[in-house]
């Protein structure tokens, strides 16, 4: 089956750094998402990996590590609008998503 | 730009009722997506649809039922509705996703059922 794990919640600190861990397994790999829902809205498309290593987007970055079943989501110079879920998603062997629960970042002046 | 468009976007109803949400996106889109979203869980796929006239169930399909008469719209009923069915729903729209193509959300609707 496949599973993904991500912490519950995070409080971090308006202009800090702050990493978002998932970790996943699946039975094949077809790349992993990372997807940004406010409270009370829809979830919102951040960034998509399918090989190893850093990919940059302005002030985000996801990592992935296909060996390890591991990403994270880099957020750098934290804005207090950064404050939401974050959710990880891979997809199974028909393509279809498998979500984690999301991660609850706060974002504290 | 509307994108994927939910109505309603709240409703309350009695154990019993039925009811139908609606999803109308204008991107052309093949591929799309009913979820259900509860407190503490991940996004759950209840069907799909890859295309006009074909539907698919998806991991949580019982309770529910669905179709796409246009390529536009996907419609979710609720036949008898259930408490256990409180939720917020969630439509999503894609290309084909084997090109690996992001889903786009609709704002979602805040079911309650009494």
């Known amino acids: 089956g496949q599973n993904i794990d991500q912490p519950t919640e995070m409080t971090a600190t308006e202009g800090a750094i702050v990493q978002i861990n998932c970790t996943y397994q699946?039975?094949?790999?077809?790349?992993l998402f990372w997807y940004q829902q406010h409270a009370g809205e829809a979830p919102t498309f951040l960034s998509y990996?399918?090989l190893d290593g850093l990919e940059e987007k302005g002030r985000f970055s996801s990592f992935l590590s296909r060996s390890k079943g591991y990403s994270y989501l880099l957020l750098k110079e934290l804005q207090m609008k950064d404050s939401a879920s974050y959710l990880c998603?891979?997809?199974?062997?028909?393509?279809?998503?498998?979500w984690g629960a999301g991660t609850k970042l706060i974002i504290k002046p | 730009n509307a994108g994927v468009t939910q109505t309603p976007k709240f409703r309350v109803l009695k154990t019993g009722q039925s009811m139908t949400l609606l999803c109308a996106q204008d991107m052309n889109h093949e591929y799309m997506y009913w979820y259900r979203q509860d407190p503490g869980m991940g996004l759950r796929l209840i069907h799909y649809s890859v295309g006009e006239g074909t539907t698919a169930k998806g991991e949580v399909p019982d309770g529910y039922n669905v179709s796409r008469l246009k390529k536009q719209n996907f419609l979710l009923g609720l036949e008898s509705a259930a408490p256990s069915q409180t939720s917020v729903y969630f439509c999503a729209s894609s290309l084909p996703p084997d090109r690996v193509q992001p889903q786009h959300f609709g704002d979602g609707t805040r079911l309650s059922i009494l």
């Open positions: 990996n399918v």
């Open positions: 998603a891979v997809p199974d062997s028909n393509y279809q998503l498998i």
């Open positions: 699946t039975s094949g790999f077809n790349g």
